[in-house]
C-alpha cells in the first residue's frame, strides 16, 4: 500500500510529465509506439512466463474459466496487442488539431484548438491487453497515464509495462508519462481518486460493482459504462433472412461482452413466422431463452421472463425475448428497461428506421447492422479506452479524440473590451 | 423544502419533458423564444416590483452595494435580457448536427449526430438575468431545465420564470422543459444532487465555496468554474502603449468578474519604462498595487505582495504585480499560481507568442488583447452558461453546442461480426 503523501507525489510526477508530453513531436510519439510495438514481440517469452503466475494463482483460487480466459495471453493475443500499438501510431495526432476558427466584428481571431486532457487514471480487472492498449492510446494523444489493473493480472500488467515503459523512455518519452500502481490495496486507489488537482479523468474498465465503486469514491470527473442491455427489435417489414443473421450474431458471436444483445423484441404481426425460426436456431447454439407471455404461447416449453429479466446484462447464452405491437412499444421498451448502450432495428420501413433511430437514445443505434460493431476498431479508432454510456463529454467507444479537451486560443491586436 | 420523494417526481416530469424536447421542431421552439423575450418586456414593472422586494430585503440584511448591484433590475437591464433571448433564437439549432460521417471497409456508414444532453440543473446566486438566458441556451439546445437561484434573489427569479413559463406552454413547448425550485432549503439541493438518473449534468454558477460545495455532494457530473486567477504578461517588446491599454482594461472595466486581470507580469527589461507608468494610471482609477520586491524598489511606496496574493482572486480593485526575467518565467508563474482560465501575452515577438500560447494550459490563452474577453457574447455563443476552467466536456465560455451530446447513428445492411 502507498500512504497517501507517496501517491501525491506519484501524481505530481506524472503531471509534470503530462506537461512535457503536451508539446512533444508527432514523430517522437510514433517512433516510441512502433518501438514500444517491438519489444513487446521480442519479450513475448518473459511476458507469457509473468501471465503463467497470475493464471497458476487464479486457477488455484478456482475462478471461472470465462475470467481465466479473459487474463490468459498467447503468442497470437501478444501480437495482436503489439499490431493495435501501430494501428495507433498510424491513426492522425489529435493534438494541436485546429477544431473552428471564427473571427469577430472586433477583429479578434479566435481559434479552438484540440489538447490533450492530462493525466488519465485507469483502473482495469483482468485483461491485460488494457494496459498496452491505453498506453498506446495516452501517448499518442499527448496524455501521461497512470495504471492500476487488478491484483489478478498484477504480474502480466507489471511485464508488460516494464517492457513498454523501459523503451518509452529510450526513445525520448518523458519518464512517468506513463505510469503504474504496483500494489494492488483498495486503499491506494481511494488515494487516487481524491487527487482532484493532479488527475484529471478517472475511467474505470470492468463490472458494474467496480465502476460504481470509482464513480461513488472519485472527487475526478469519470467516464463510465455500467452495463449493455442491447435490443435488437425486429420490425414488421423486416427481412427475415437478414434479422435471423442479425440476431443470431448479436447475442452468439461473443456473449459475454457488453454490446451482445441481451433483449430481443419482435412485432407480433411476424412473430408467428419468425420467432420459432430464430429460437430454435438460438437453442442450438445452447442458448437459454426467457420469453413473455406471448411468446411462450407461440413456443412452446420456454422459460418465462420476469420483471427483472428485462433490465438484465446476462453477458451468458441467456436472452430474453418480447413481442411488442410496434416500433414505438418497442422504443419504450428501450428507453425503460436499456442502459443506453448500443440498439438495433432490422426493418425494411424508412418511417420506422428514423423513428428509432431518433428516439432510441443510446450511444450507438443500428440499421440493419448486429449491435456487436460497438468497439473501437470497428468504428476504426485503433483501440478503445473503454465504451462510455454517459453524456457527458464521451458517447460510445473512445479512441484518440476523446482522450482530448481544447483550448481557445485568441489573436489580437490591442483589443480591449467598452 | 421538498422531500425526497417529491424531489425524484419534480425530476421525472423534467425527463419526460426533455424526451419530448428532444424532438421538437427548430421553428417552435424560436417562436417560443421570441414571444418569452415579449412578455418580459411586456411585464417589466411586475418584475421590476418583485425585484423590488428581493432589494429591500437585501438592503435590510446589509449585503453589499456589489451584491445590491448583481442583484437589482431596471427597464435597461431587462431589456438587454430579452435582446439576449432574442439574439439565441437566431444562433443555429445546434440539435441534430451531422458531426462527422465514416464509411467503414465492411460497409457500415457511422454517422455522429449532434443529441441534447437530456435534464441540466442550474445553480446560481444573486444575478437574476441567469433565469431567462439558462432558459432560452435550454430550450434552444433542446434540453429541460431545472433553475435553482439563490434564495437573495427569489421573488425576482419567480416573477422571470413565471412569466417566461406561460408563454413557453402556450407556444407548445412541453409543460416541465423549464422548471424553477420555488423553495430556497439547501436539503432540497442535496436531494436534486442525488438524482443521477434523471437530472444528467449539474452547472453550478457563483462564488467558489457554493461551487466547491455542489462538486462535494453531486452525484451527477457537474461542470464548474472555481476562480478566474488571470494574468497579463508584458513581454519585452511589447507596443507599450497598448500593453498600457490592456492592461488597464483587463483590471478597471468590471473587476468583480472572473476575467478580469488579478496579477501583471512585466519583463525586467521594460519594467522601468513600463511599470510607473501603468502603475500610476492604475492608482488614479483607485486600483491598490501589491508588488514583489523589485517593483517596490522600481515604484516606491507600494504594499508588497505576499505568497498568497499571487494565489487570489481579488474580484475587486485591487492587483498583485511582478517583474519576470523572461515569457519562460511568466509561463511558470502562471502554471503555478493560476486558474486556467483565461492569461494573456502583449508582445511583438512572435516566437514569445508562440510560446505562451502553447504552454499556458488555460481555457482561454489571449495574444494582444484584453482577457475581459472570455465571455458568451463577445466569443458570438448569444449568452453564456457559465465558464468552464474544467477539461472534460466544455471548456471556457458555455453556450448552445456545450450544452449537447452526441449519438452514433450506423446504416448497415444486414452486417454481422465475423
Not at 423486416?238 to 461482452?257: S, T, Y
Amino acid at each position: 500500500m502507498m500512504r497517501l503523501s507517496e501517491v501525491k507525489k506519484f501524481c505530481m510526477k506524472a503531471k509534470a510529465a503530462s506537461r512535457v508530453l503536451a508539446n512533444i513531436d508527432t514523430l517522437v510519439k510514433n517512433r516510441a509506439l512502433d518501438a514500444m510495438a517491438r519489444v513487446l514481440i521480442k519479450h513475448t517469452s518473459y511476458i507469457l512466463r509473468e501471465n503463467k503466475k497470475d493464471i497458476c494463482i487464479a486457477q488455484e483460487k478456482n475462478v471461472s474459466a470465462a475470467l481465466i480466459d479473459r487474463l490468459s495471453l498467447n503468442e497470437a493475443r501478444i501480437s495482436a496487442m503489439a499490431k493495435s500499438i501501430r494501428e495507433i501510431a498510424d491513426l492522425k495526432d489529435p493534438a494541436g488539431d485546429l477544431i473552428e476558427t471564427r473571427r469577430r466584428p472586433n477583429g479578434l481571431l479566435i481559434k479552438k484548438v484540440r489538447v490533450p486532457i492530462g493525466v488519465i487514471l485507469i483502473i482495469y480487472e483482468a485483461r491485460p491487453n488494457v494496459t498496452s492498449d491505453c498506453i498506446a492510446l495516452c501517448i499518442k494523444s499527448s496524455n501521461a497515464v497512470i495504471l492500476r489493473g487488478g491484483s489478478i493480472a498484477i504480474h502480466s500488467n507489471r511485464a508488460i509495462f516494464d517492457v513498454m515503459n523501459k523503451e518509452a523512455i529510450k526513445c525520448g518519452l518523458p519518464k512517468n508519462a506513463i505510469s503504474l500502481i504496483r500494489d494492488t490495496d483498495k486503499k491506494t486507489v481511494d488515494a487516487l481518486l481524491k487527487q482532484s488537482g493532479l488527475i484529471d479523468l478517472v475511467i474505470p474498465r470492468g463490472g458494474e460493482s467496480l465502476i460504481k465503486e470509482v464513480a461513488r469514491v472519485s472527487r475526478i470527473p469519470v467516464i463510465k459504462h455500467y452495463k449493455g442491455v442491447c435490443h435488437t427489435y425486429v420490425d414488421e417489414s423486416a427481412d427475415l433472412k437478414m434479422a435471423l443473421e442479425i440476431c443470431f450474431n448479436a447475442k452468439v458471436q461473443r456473449p459475454g461482452v457488453c454490446n451482445a444483445m441481451e433483449t430481443l423484441l419482435v412485432n407480433r404481426k411476424i412473430a408467428g413466422k419468425f420467432l420459432p425460426m430464430i429460437i430454435r436456431r438460438l437453442e442450438n447454439a445452447g442458448v437459454e431463452i426467457r420469453g413473455c407471455d406471448l411468446t411462450r404461447k407461440l413456443v412452446k416449453g420456454l422459460k418465462a421472463a420476469t420483471e427483472d429479466d428485462w433490465y438484465t446484462e446476462y453477458l451468458d447464452l441467456v436472452l430474453a425475448v418480447k413481442i411488442v405491437k410496434d416500433a414505438s412499444e418497442a422504443i419504450a421498451h428501450i428507453m425503460k428497461y436499456g442502459s443506453n448502450h448500443s440498439d438495433a432495428i432490422v426493418t425494411k420501413n424508412k418511417k420506422n428506421a428514423d423513428l428509432f433511430l431518433k428516439e432510441v437514445d443510446s450511444a450507438c443505434v443500428y440499421l440493419n447492422a448486429s449491435t456487436r460493431f460497438t468497439d473501437g476498431g470497428e468504428f476504426g479508432k485503433g483501440a478503445e479506452m473503454g465504451i462510455s454510456t454517459d453524456k457527458i463529454h464521451a458517447r460510445g467507444p473512445m479512441g484518440l479524440e476523446e482522450l482530448t479537451s481544447y483550448k481557445y486560443v485568441i489573436y489580437g491586436n490591442g483589443q480591449v473590451r467598452r
